[in-house]
């Protein structure tokens, strides 16, 4: 291999989940350390939910360009939001400490930091759990939530239906931002940033290695579809949709797939080819939903071809 970019120690903290970062930051005893680290953490659960807000909001965009609001009233079932929300135990008390989060981050570390100032480091770390807890729950529920309509999108339209929303989250402004300034930032800091929003953003737990001509994470459990695949999220009562269909660039050729993985295709290579000139990064399942894993693939030189054309997409010339 040629000189490498990073270090197998770099690699291994690249992957550190939200909590251990804490836990670590309070077992260190440095009050500014933990604030950092606090900040960041909170930062990235936030950002989350926000992209899931987001995305449900385009839904809504969707819905309301193709359906006049008579039509749409039996989509508001009220049971969404109650059901949703009981079975990922989001709480009255735990929604209060996400609404803390939301309203006021750096009060929130501002606490737990004054508990290590004040040399209680125990109270500390039940107090985190608490919080990280909540963030838990509010996740999967904004995450099922909009499962939910996408599952409503899909059983109305199909596959025609769901890839033309996931099309308009494609061409936003947001999430065409994210993709021209990460593919702007050195391979090393993209696979470090990505990792990030894997492991603390999305609660997932990973590994990476540099190859000479890639870096390969292997997420295992994915925080998000994983998740909720072993929660039965697409079996029994909730019944989330499972797509029966082979259209080039809405399932990376995978008939099988859910309504919610739907999205590594249509965003991560259909929309980053058409705004970046390449998949980003390029995603590869190893099981329904992730339950045995994803790979997260960061080439550091040209992104070979087949991973343009299994959505449907030519390799630009001299790319």
């Not at 819905?63 to 009233?73: I, K, S």
């Not at 135990?89 to 803390?100: I, K, Q, T, Y």
């Not at 985190?128 to 909009?146: C, K, T």
């Not at 079996?235 to 990376?252: N, V």
Request: aromatic share 8%; charged share 25%; glycine share 8%.
């Amino acid at each position: 291999m040629t000189t490498r970019l990073t270090t197998d120690d770099e690699l291994i903290a690249y992957c550190a989940n939200g909590s251990e970062r804490v836990g670590t930051a309070i077992t260190q005893g440095d009050p500014d350390v933990l604030t950092e680290v606090l900040t960041a953490v909170l930062g990235s659960r936030t950002a989350m939910l926000g992209t899931y807000a987001t995305w449900t909001a385009h839904t809504m965009h969707f819905l309301a360009g193709r359906m006049n609001p008579e039509d749409l009233t039996p989509w508001m079932r009220f049971e969404r939001d109650v059901v949703v929300s009981e079975r990922n135990g989001l709480d009255r008390p735990r929604a209060e400490r996400v609404l803390a989060m939301l309203a006021d981050p750096e009060a929130l570390a501002a606490e737990l930091t004054e508990l290590l100032r004040a040399a209680r480091p125990d109270e500390a770390r039940s107090r985190w759990h608490q919080i990280d807890a909540a963030n838990l729950a509010a996740h999967q529920h904004r995450r099922d939530v909009l499962t939910s309509w996408w599952s409503d999108v899909y059983e109305a339209w199909g596959a025609t239906g769901l890839s033309e929303l996931m099309t308009e989250l494609g061409n936003a402004p947001g999430w065409r931002d994210f993709l021209t300034s990460s593919l702007a930032a050195p391979i090393e800091e993209q696979v470090r940033d990505f990792a990030y929003i894997l492991t603390v953003g999305n609660y997932g737990s990973a590994s990476i290695a540099e190859h000479e001509d890639r870096f390969e994470l292997r997420y295992n459990v994915c925080g998000s579809c994983g998740l909720q695949e072993l929660a039965g999220r697409f079996d029994g009562p909730d019944g989330y949709a499972r797509t029966t269909t082979e259209l080039p660039g809405f399932d990376s050729g995978d008939p099988a797939t859910t309504v919610y993985r739907t999205h590594q295709a249509m965003l991560h290579a259909v929309a980053a080819i058409d705004v970046a000139g390449q998949p980003y990064p390029v995603i590869s399942c190893d099981g329904p939903g992730g339950r045995q894993g994803c790979r997260f693939t960061f080439f550091k030189g040209a992104t070979p071809a087949e991973h343009f054309e299994r959505v449907g997409r030519t390799r630009p010339a001299g790319s």
